[in-house]
């Protein structure tokens, strides 16, 4: 009997990520398979349910919910800034990608949603909040706990 999945196992998982639309947002071909520890928090809550009970070699596809993937798009993540306060090269434009540095020295990414009036309207949402994910993932490896 082959052994599935459990929280505390160490996996291997090959994957791709879409939108609805079919788009690819993400995927691990042609680089070393995404690898994690079940149970641990390391990815997205969707994402590590779907894989317990899997098997080795075994294929699955899933839809997961903003809810179950990088949650909804909070408003509170939205920063309005008075454009005088950004740097002037270069002139910030909707859509524009920043990396910003928090106060405890980590970088987070945002984008310029608008520049209107003197205000520049940044997101720091992450870039998938909000959006129903499908991920098509086989398991090519699982080291188990202990």
Do not use: C, W
């Amino acid at each position: 009997m082959k052994r599935t999945i459990q929280n505390g196992d160490s996996i291997k998982v090959e994957y791709t990520g879409t939108f609805a639309n079919g788009e690819v947002f993400d995927s691990s071909a042609g680089r070393e398979p995404l690898e994690f520890t079940v149970g641990k928090g390391e990815v997205i809550p969707g994402f590590e349910r779907a894989v317990v009970d899997m098997e080795v070699q075994e294929e699955k596809t899933f839809t997961l919910k903003a809810d179950d993937a990088y949650g909804p798009v909070r408003k509170e993540m939205m920063l309005e800034v008075p454009q005088h306060q950004m740097p002037a090269t270069p002139e910030p434009e909707a859509g524009m990608e920043l990396v910003l540095r928090a106060q405890d020295g980590s970088e987070v990414s945002a984008r310029i949603i608008k520049v209107d009036q003197g205000i520049v309207t940044i997101d720091v949402n992450h870039p998938l909040a909000g959006k129903e994910l499908t991920f098509k993932i086989k398991v090519v490896a699982v080291t188990p706990a202990g």
